[in-house]
């Protein structure tokens, strides 16, 4: 860096009184990190940098020396342009971004400079200011993004997981929020219990949902319970009045007071109808028949296996919440005679329809639907039977097949030998209608699948009338 005495004619000499030069020098390295005074050829005349730059080399030592020599490869480029520039008459040049080399480590220092022309040998005057601060917040800035994009991820993944074992978890749970008293999140055993759909749940007064008998506040008792560490609280459906297990475990999140509250049927006691539930719940859920509840509108409460087959769902979930007559051939037409006469009757027995699978197949069914009580509202239950099992089972057996029944009538009324012949026949001529189908007709064929001669397959279709009815 270039000494105060004498700097003022080094930069300015001949331009400016001396008092005027001083000062000029002063401002130049008081508005710039590094300042450079450079000949019209581009080699280093004077150079002054702030104290604070510590470029790490002792950069006194350019000056005499060729600017280019202290650029990298892509600055030379920059730096040629920007005398050109000057050299066609331009007084200034716009802000340039230069990298100097500092060492054969590789080590670079990023400075924007400012070209300016003063003097009559033009003389090149660059202002610069050091860029390696601003590179190193950007570089902190990134690191931030990087890692809030990282934490993001995790909060995704973690609330994946924590959805998938809500809706994986048989228990009735419950997420509350303490200071609005209000259900905030409930899994589809929940939804179940408590006869509402899940996003009708969410939002809920807790009070809406169970209460306790007498004066006690509801949540006031589950905080009491879960400060304790273990036990439960009794209370009842609001709907239904049905006795209810509650176990509250409390916790803290982005400093809301929350509770975890797992609701289970009363097991204490002598169970009222507790088994039989559990029959009816083992019943819906590996019944060959598809079976499905639905909501008063038909929105889909709850489905079976069974249906997801039919409609060919990968999880139930898929389903829930979703019209009835999204599934079905003739939509909402089906629908509204399916719930209209269920409502206005309480059943409908073997209406005959089409489910709609998710990929566009379609199969036919025969539904019936039943309207039940859950609490204050109305819900339907539908069993759908695939039938087109059902018409294959009911088929006919075909025309001459032997049948057991009428066999075993004719013992007593025919001797063995006539009744062994008779039935004899009738597989000799189901076994030869059978070749000649197979084979599209040609009897050359029919006669090598038997292991019979052309003459003697000739002579059973004429026994068998089987040649006059093809040629007819």
Same mark, same amino acid.
């Given at each position: 860096?270039?000494?105060? $005495? $004498?700097?003022?004619?080094?930069?300015?000499?001949?331009?400016?009184?001396?008092?005027?030069?001083? /000062?000029?020098?002063?401002?130049?390295?008081?508005?710039?990190?590094?300042?450079?005074?450079?000949?019209?050829?581009?080699?280093?005349?004077?150079?002054?940098?702030?104290?604070?730059?510590?470029?790490?080399?002792?950069?006194?030592?350019?000056?005499?020396?060729?600017?280019?020599?202290?650029?990298?490869?892509?600055?030379?480029?920059?730096?040629?342009?920007?005398?050109?520039?000057?050299?066609?008459?331009?007084?200034?040049?716009?802000?340039?971004?230069?990298?100097?080399?500092?060492?054969?480590?590789?080590?670079?220092?990023?400075?924007?400079?400012?070209?300016?022309?003063?003097? %009559?040998?033009?003389?090149? +005057?660059?202002?610069?200011?050091? +860029?390696?601060?601003?590179?190193?917040? =950007? =570089?902190? /800035?990134?690191?931030?993004?990087?890692?809030?994009?990282?934490?993001?991820?995790?909060?995704?993944?973690?609330?994946?997981?924590?959805?998938?074992?809500?809706? @994986?978890?048989?228990?009735?749970?419950?997420?509350?929020?303490?200071?609005?008293?209000?259900?905030?999140?409930?899994?589809?055993?929940?939804?179940?219990?408590?006869?509402?759909?899940?996003?009708?749940?969410? $939002?809920?007064?807790?009070?809406?949902? #169970?209460?306790?008998?007498?004066?006690?506040?509801?949540?006031?008792?589950?905080?009491?319970?879960?400060?304790?560490?273990? $036990?439960?609280?009794?209370?009842?459906? %609001?709907?239904?009045?049905?006795?209810?297990?509650? &176990?509250?475990?409390?916790?803290?999140?982005?400093?809301?007071?929350?509770?975890?509250?797992?609701?289970?049927?009363?097991?204490?006691?002598?169970?009222?109808?507790?088994?039989?539930?559990?029959?009816?719940?083992?019943?819906?859920?590996?019944?060959?028949?598809?079976?499905?509840?639905? *909501? %008063?509108?038909?929105?889909? #409460?709850? %489905?079976?296996?069974?249906?997801?087959?039919?409609?060919?769902?990968?999880?139930?979930?898929?389903?829930?919440?979703?019209?009835? *007559?999204? &599934?079905?051939?003739?939509?909402?037409?089906d629908a509204s005679i399916l719930l209209e006469n269920a409502e206005r009757s309480g059943v409908l027995r073997l209406f005959a329809t089409k489910i709609i699978g998710a990929h566009g197949g379609a199969r036919p069914v025969e539904i019936s639907i039943t309207r039940l009580r859950a609490g204050s509202?109305?819900?339907?239950? /539908?069993?759908?039977?695939?039938?087109?099992?059902?018409?294959?089972?009911?088929?006919?057996?075909?025309?001459?097949?032997?049948?057991?029944?009428?066999?075993?009538?004719?013992?007593?009324? =025919?001797?063995?030998?006539?009744?062994?012949?008779?039935?004899?026949?009738?597989?000799?001529?189901?076994?030869?209608?059978?070749?000649?189908? +197979?084979?599209?007709?040609?009897?050359?064929?029919? @006669?090598?699948?038997?292991?019979?001669?052309?003459?003697?397959l000739y002579v059973k279709l004429r026994k068998y009338d089987i040649l006059k009815r093809d040629e007819g």
């Amino acid at each position: 860096m270039s000494p105060a $005495g $004498g700097a003022a004619e080094a930069w300015f000499g001949g331009m400016l009184p001396d008092a005027q030069a001083e /000062l000029m020098s002063g401002l130049i390295s008081g508005i710039s990190d590094l300042a450079l005074l450079l000949r019209s050829d581009g080699r280093i005349l004077e150079l002054r940098a702030k104290p604070t730059l510590n470029p790490g080399v002792d950069m006194s030592l350019w000056v005499g020396k060729p600017m280019r020599d202290y650029l990298n490869r892509e600055s030379l480029v920059k730096f040629d342009r920007c005398l050109a520039t000057l050299r066609q008459g331009s007084a200034a040049v716009p802000l340039t971004e230069l990298n100097h080399r500092l060492g054969s480590d590789g080590h670079e220092m990023p400075v924007s400079y400012s070209f300016h022309r003063i003097g %009559a040998d033009g003389e090149i +005057l660059m202002l610069g200011r050091d +860029l390696r601060p601003m590179a190193e917040m =950007q =570089q902190q /800035l990134v690191s931030i993004q990087i890692s809030l994009e990282r934490d993001y991820e995790k909060q995704r993944d973690t609330e994946t997981r924590l959805r998938v074992l809500m809706a @994986a978890q048989p228990e009735a749970c419950l997420f509350v929020n303490v200071a609005r008293r209000e259900v905030t999140e409930a899994n589809a055993a929940a939804a179940s219990l408590f006869g509402r759909r899940q996003d009708v749940l969410a $939002g809920s007064p807790l009070h809406a949902l #169970l209460h306790r008998e007498g004066d006690e506040d509801l949540t006031d008792r589950l905080i009491d319970v879960a400060a304790a560490g273990e $036990g439960k609280v009794t209370a009842q459906l %609001a709907a239904s009045g049905m006795d209810v297990d509650v &176990f509250p475990s409390s916790f803290r999140t982005s400093g809301t007071h929350m509770l975890l509250c797992r609701v289970e049927r009363r097991r204490a006691g002598r169970e009222v109808g507790g088994p039989m539930e559990d029959r009816l719940a083992g019943l819906f859920a590996n019944s060959p028949d598809a079976m499905i509840f639905t *909501a %008063a509108d038909g929105a889909i #409460l709850s %489905a079976n296996g069974s249906f997801l087959d039919l409609a060919d769902i990968g999880q139930e979930q898929d389903v829930r919440g979703r019209p009835l *007559a999204e &599934f079905l051939n003739r939509g909402g037409v089906d629908a509204s005679i399916l719930l209209e006469n269920a409502e206005r009757s309480g059943v409908l027995r073997l209406f005959a329809t089409k489910i709609i699978g998710a990929h566009g197949g379609a199969r036919p069914v025969e539904i019936s639907i039943t309207r039940l009580r859950a609490g204050s509202e109305t819900i339907f239950a /539908l069993v759908m039977r695939d039938a087109s099992r059902v018409d294959a089972v009911r088929a006919k057996p075909p025309s001459g097949s032997v049948d057991m029944g009428s066999v075993i009538d004719l013992i007593g009324k =025919q001797s063995l030998k006539d009744i062994v012949a008779r039935t004899t026949d009738v597989i000799e001529k189901m076994c030869i209608e059978a070749a000649v189908e +197979l084979t599209s007709n040609n009897r050359v064929a029919a @006669a090598d699948m038997l292991g019979l001669s052309r003459q003697s397959l000739y002579v059973k279709l004429r026994k068998y009338d089987i040649l006059k009815r093809d040629e007819g």
